[in-house]
Each structure stands twice: as structure tokens, then as C-alpha cells.
């Protein structure tokens, strides 16, 4: 089924880091605003926005105390009302992030609900008194907060309450009928604002397993230079989760025309199907993490056998992302090709790859200019709640500074959460005051401005493979076969619609490999010409991240 989303190139916007129009170091909506006709240039068609709602930041804005309110920080709802007007007069659709697991602890439900044990907002959480003078069950919390406990003990009522993130995060009960109609009124309330959907904040650990068990992996301490490890699956996908969100799509989505994409840790191919698939009617896509964020993937290898399973999706009525980088894994560039030596090569050949394959396109703000990870010299510099709690729990389980830090360094969510890079004045443009988290050093040489008028662009061409993208309806709904499955270097594949047939090849690395003798038979098949490179010609040898498409 064709639809608009599965067409969409989505370019997601962190708007505390994005562009700063009065000078206070944070992004706002006014800076987005000023920059639509960038975004429109780059060929998105929607934008996805981080969390803009009040909140207490204890967690870049997925700690929400008001889902109702615009944060002072980023502006006002009329901002928003302006910038949705805005983006739409240019043909870009906007989705909200949407957070349904938790609340800020400053939340109103949740400052009623720890007044008293019988206060109406009491079970919108999910209390349990102490079990043998201790937390209710071993779960530890994903923030590496204290003893890594995921129970919170409140001297008001004395009990605990669950908080699979930070203590000031505390997760909400979906088994409360008034808390389900609660938040199905606010989502309905921003649609009928006007916005295009949402992306959904961990959406598949809203239901909790019935009786609140016991992990069989509880949290183990720190030893050398690894911090507490805590058991992620006992939230996710649980029994309830899929009724849950076909009640959800009944009540909220399908009454319009939006876009549903949950994020989901602990899931593969296997299991997204059931959260995707056109006839279960639940959401539209799901991202996963086993490429974007897996901390040992790094092989051509490992990434094609992970997109054949996730072609099975697309193959079973399901639809899927592609996405390298978003606000919560390294910079692309830096974490699959080089950032140095071969940064625009291996930056395009990364987003060939991106852009070609099955699936919705997601652009991460900076993707398309080859922003690179930081390389921060303390601690100090660092701002997100995983790098710092697990830097600070190794460091006090006798761990030396120096290679903690290390340790963490490449994959901190701090490398995308950097300011945008504009332009070569003073941070990057990105602010005429104090930058709320410092600029990538590297921002003079690696900017916006610089990239409009370099002779090899990354930014071009991002623009030419979303041009791509409108014109040739192959890159949405063509078939997907891999060829040269068994080549380590190479990713190599077809897309086939209707009367149009693409081929892909993609060097990996920064070797040269001679073109196969089956890509040579394939394009003597027929007419072929070049339809795209990173290389200013093409030849029998393709050179270190070399990227073509050629059609036939």
C-alpha cells in the first residue's frame, strides 16, 4: 500500500541543539522556524521533533512535568502554532516525540499520587510497599543511579515506586483505565493541533509483567571498566503490550492521517512484525537497535544479514526505518567510517546506503553535513545522564579516570547532542551566547556554510539522493535482493519496481576491492548508466568507501 510516510525523508531536530535565536546557549522553535527553508532544501519532507515540553530537564526532555505546555526554554505554544503553520506551508509535515512510560517526578499526577495511599492519582504509578525491609523486586534502573536499583523509596507514604530510568522519572501504570484515557486525550488534543504523529519514546515496555517478578539477571556491580549491568528485557514486550497499542491505535491513531514510529529496545525482526504489520493495525514502524545501536556491530557482514531480516518485515505487509545516527548513538561517520582520512567518502556511502535501502528514511540534524563524535577532555564535558552516572559508578568501584572516560567516550549520546554546526563564527553559529554543551571543536573546518560551497559536499549530496528519492518510486517500493552475500567487503544489492532496476554497490572500507565479475554479468544484462557516485568516475576498482547506483 502506498502511503506518505513510507515516502517521507524525516529529518529529526533536537531543538535544544539546533539553533538559538536569543542568544540564552539553547535552541528554540524560533531557530527551527528560521531554518525551514534549509530543512526544505535538504529534500525532508518531515520533521521530527525531540521533546519541547516542560520539563525539568533532568533528562534532555524526556522528563515531562506538562504535556500540554511548550518549555519556556524553547518558547511558546504560539511558537509552535507558527512553526507547524510554517512547516506545513512548505510541504513538511511535523511528529512530536511522544514519552508514555513516565512523567517527571514534578509531574502533578505524580506529586498527588505520593501525597496518599488513597489518593485518586495514586495508581496513575506504580507503588509497592517494601519486601523484607528492602526494594519490591531485584530491577535495576537504566541510568546506573545509586546501587542500580529501579525502586525509589518515598518517606511520605513509605513505599517504593518504579523507575526503570532515573529516579526523577518515575514510570507510569497502564493497567489504570484513567491514566489510559488521560493520555489518549492529550495526544488527540496535539493532533487535533495539527500535528502529523509521533515518535514513541520506548513504547514497547509500557505493559509490566504481571506480579512485578524477579529478574533472573539482577543488576551486577561495577568491575574494572564496566559499569552496572541491568537487565533491559523484563519491561519489554510483554503479554498486554500488543492490545495495548491496537487500543491505542483504535482510540488516538487511526482517526488520522499521522505517522506512528515506536522506539523499541529488544526486538528483532521476529518480533517488530507483530508491533507492524498492516492488518494488526498497532503502529507504522518501529526503530531498532541492532545496527544504529549496537555497540559491537561493525562489519559489512553483520549489517547485510541484518537488513535481509528486516526485508522479511516489508515482505509481510510490515514497514520499517533506516536509520544510522539519532540523539542517542555516536555520529555515523565516526562510529562506521572514518572521520578523518576518508570523512566525505565514507559520510556518502554511508547515506547511499541509508537512502537505498527498504524503508522510511531518518536524517539525524548535522547527518548531512558529516559531523563528527567529540573527543571532550574530562568529564566535565559532558552532559547526558549514561555517560556521566557510569563514568562516576566505575570511577568509585576503583576504576582510574583516564580509562573510564575513555571507555565511554565513542559511544556517549553527547556526540550527536552537540550544537549544529552553521557556519565558522563563534560556536558554530549555533548561538551568540554560551552554548548550553560545548561545540565540537572541529566546527570551523565542518559547517553548513563550509559544505554549500565545498567541491566535494556531503551535503549535495544527501540533496540529490532525497531528489532521488521523490523522483524514483523504486527507492520506496522496490523489491530488495542482496547479491555477493558471502563478500565481506561489499554490500552490493537490487531494487526492481515496475520497469526500473537499480543496483547498489557499496565498499565498506577504506581498501579498494575490485568490482566483482557478478556485478560486471549483472550490468552487461542490459542498458545500465550511472546514476550516482561518491567518486568523480567509475571504474574496475571500487576505491576505499566508494558508493554507486546504477540503473539498467
Known sequence: ??????????????????????????????????????????GATVIWLNPVYKSPDVDNGYDISDYQSIDERYGTLEDFRELLAEAHKR???????????????????????????????????????????????????????????????????????????????????????RLKEAMCRMMRWWLDLGVDGFRMDAINRLVKPKGLPDSPNPPTPPVGIHGYVVDRTMCANRPGIHELLHELNQKVFSKYDIMVVGETGNVDAAIAIDYVQEERQEINMVFHFEIAKNPVLK?????????????????????????????????Q???????????????????????THPGTVYIYQGEEIGMTNVDFPSIEYYNEKYTVG??????????????????????????DRT??????????????????????????????????????SVLRFYRTLTGLRKAHPVMVYGTYRQLLEDDPDL??????????????????????????????????????????ANYPDAGEVLRPYEARIYSY
Open 1 to 42: 500500500m502506498k502511503t506518505w510516510w513510507k515516502e517521507a525523508v524525516v529529518y529529526q531536530i533536537y531543538t535544544k541543539s539546533f539553533y538559538d535565536t536569543n542568544g540564552d546557549g539553547i535552541g528554540d522553535l524560533r531557530g527551527i522556524i528560521r531554518k525551514l527553508d534549509y530543512i526544505q532544501s535538504l
Open 419 to 456: 550544537p549544529m554546526q552553521w557556519n565558522g563564527a563563534p560556536h558554530g553559529g549555533f548561538t551568540t551566547g554560551t552554548p548550553w554543551m560545548h561545540v565540537n571543536p572541529n566546527y570551523p573546518q565542518i559547517n553548513v556554510e563550509q559544505e554549500e560551497q565545498a567541491e566535494q
Open 299 to 331: 562489519t559489512a557482514a553483520e549489517i547485510k544479514e541484518i537488513q535481509r531480516r528486516w526485508n522479511h518485515v516489508v515482505e509481510q505487509h510490515g514497514w520499517i526505518t533506516q536509520y544510522l545516527s539519532n540523539h542517542d548513538t555516536p555520529r
Open 91 to 177: 510541504g513538511i509535515r511535523l511528529i512530536m516525540d511522544m514519552v508514555l512510560n513516565h512523567t517527571s517526578d514534578e509531574h502533578v499526577w505524580f506529586q498527588e499520587s505520593r501525597k496518599s495511599k488513597d489518593n485518586p492519582y495514586r495508581d496513575f504509578y506504580i507503588w509497592r510497599p517494601a519486601r523484607d525491609g528492602k526494594e519490591p523486586n531485584n530491577w535495576g534502573n537504566y541510568f546506573y543511579e545509586g546501587r542500580g536499583s529501579a525502586w525509589e523509596y518515598d518517606e511520605t507514604t513509605q513505599e517504593y515506586y518504579l523507575h526503570n530510568y532515573s529516579r526523577k522519572m518515575p514510570d507510569l501504570n497502564w493497567d489504570n483505565p
Open 333 to 355: 561517520v565516526s562510529w562506521f567510517g572514518n572521520d578523518t582520512t576518508y570523512r566525505y567518502q565514507s559520510a556518502t556511502m554511508l547515506a547511499l546506503l541509508l537512502h
Open 390 to 415: 557510569k563514568y562516576h559508578t566505575m570511577v568509585e568501584s576503583g576504576t582510574d579516570p583516564a580509562a573510564a572516560l575513555d571507555s565511554l567516550k565513542k559511544t556517549s549520546r553527547d556526540n
Open 491 to 532: 554490500i552490493v544489492y537490487k531494487r526492481e519496481y515496475e520497469s526500473e532496476t537499480w543496483l547498489v554497490l557499496c565498499n565498506f572500507y577504506d581498501r579498494e576491492h575490485p568490482l566483482p565479475q557478478a556485478v560486471k554479468e549483472e550490468l552487461a544484462k542490459g542498458n545500465h548508466r550511472l546514476v550516482l
